[in-house]
């Protein structure tokens, strides 16, 4: 339609998340790519070395940074549920946000936004316990940040009626059921490893807001953020696949702030 907008949406990896000498993904690659990267802040993974590298490298290339917080569980790689109350949670949450700030303010940014990693991803969707922390850690952290968090869910529901602004992602690639929710990682169809298919369908998410659930239902979804997992097999090539699909559908990719 004439005088019509083009879509925008922001294109975020998992980044930082080695623990010394190890690494996990091509980072500077992915970097090279998205426009947002979503930081390991030292509890699931990271270590200082590693974050403040990695917001250097963020900032040089001109990538938001947001805050990937996490469950203290860096044996489990954040992505076990840990039964912690709300106010312990709440504290660690923002332990980890001044600390990825520390970094980012060195490298001449600053933390853009907050993410939850993994199991308090999941666990964030309908427990409200722990969804209500990461709203109090934010409130208290930076009242004016941005939360990026699948719609509809608990920590959505409560970061709305406490102010915030909510940022609505969908994952090229993670399986869907049919609630809307993602499919378990221990469960068939829970990733998808082919670049043009995640790629065709990050751009229908964005440009029709639906997706095929795992059961072949569709599902609706809002993409305001797109995010790749960095330890996908194949991430860098479903990341330059999917920017390139999206730019060829006219959609307009920004950073996150």
């Given at each position: 339609?004439?005088?019509?907008?083009?879509?925008?949406?922001?294109?975020?990896?998992?980044?930082?998340e080695?623990?010394?000498?190890?690494?996990?993904?091509?980072?500077?690659?992915?970097?090279?790519?998205?426009?947002?990267?979503?930081?390991?802040?030292?509890?699931?993974?990271?270590?200082?070395?590693?974050?403040?590298?990695?917001?250097?490298?963020?900032?040089?290339?001109?990538?938001?940074?947001?805050?990937?917080?996490?469950?203290?569980?860096?044996?489990?790689?954040?992505?076990?549920?840990?039964?912690?109350?709300?106010?312990?949670?709440?504290?660690?949450?923002?332990?980890?946000?001044?600390?990825?700030?520390?970094?980012?303010?060195?490298?001449?940014?600053?933390?853009?936004?907050?993410?939850?990693?993994?199991?308090?991803?999941n666990?964030?969707?309908?427990?409200?316990?722990?969804?209500?922390?990461?709203?109090?850690?934010?409130?208290?952290?930076?009242?004016?940040?941005p939360?990026?968090c699948?719609?509809?869910?608990?920590?959505?529901?409560?970061?709305?009626?406490?102010?915030?602004?909510?940022?609505?992602?969908?994952?090229?690639?993670?399986?869907?059921?049919?609630?809307?929710?993602?499919?378990p990682?221990?469960?068939?169809?829970?990733?998808?490893?082919?670049?043009?298919?995640?790629?065709?369908?990050?751009?229908?998410?964005?440009?029709?807001?639906?997706?095929?659930?795992?059961?072949?239902?569709?599902?609706?979804?809002?993409?305001?953020?797109?995010?790749?997992?960095?330890d996908?097999?194949?991430?860098?090539?479903?990341?330059?696949?999917?920017?390139?699909?999206?730019?060829?559908?006219?959609?307009?990719?920004?950073?996150?702030?």
């Amino acid at each position: 339609m004439a005088g019509q907008a083009a879509a925008r949406v922001a294109l975020a990896t998992d980044v930082g998340e080695g623990l010394g000498p190890w690494r996990i993904a091509d980072d500077e690659a992915l970097l090279g790519i998205v426009t947002s990267a979503n930081v390991a802040c030292g509890f699931h993974a990271g270590d200082p070395v590693i974050m403040r590298r990695t917001c250097e490298q963020a900032v040089a290339n001109g990538v938001a940074i947001g805050a990937q917080v996490s469950y203290r569980d860096l044996h489990g790689f954040g992505r076990r549920y840990v039964a912690v109350p709300s106010s312990e949670l709440t504290a660690d949450l923002v332990y980890q946000l001044g600390a990825l700030q520390a970094f980012a303010r060195l490298a001449g940014g600053g933390v853009g936004y907050v993410r939850a990693h993994g199991a308090l991803y999941n666990a964030s969707a309908t427990d409200t316990e722990h969804a209500r922390a990461i709203v109090d850690a934010t409130l208290g952290f930076g009242p004016e940040l941005p939360v990026l968090c699948q719609a509809g869910t608990e920590v959505h529901r409560l970061g709305e009626a406490a102010g915030l602004r909510m940022v609505s992602e969908a994952f090229v690639d993670r399986g869907y059921t049919a609630g809307g929710l993602l499919q378990p990682r221990s469960e068939p169809g829970a990733l998808l490893t082919d670049p043009d298919e995640a790629a065709a369908r990050a751009v229908r998410m964005v440009t029709e807001g639906r997706v095929a659930a795992v059961d072949g239902t569709e599902v609706e979804v809002r993409a305001d953020v797109l995010t790749v997992h960095s330890d996908t097999d194949g991430a860098v090539e479903i990341a330059r696949a999917t920017r390139a699909a999206l730019e060829d559908a006219g959609v307009e990719l920004v950073p996150l702030r």
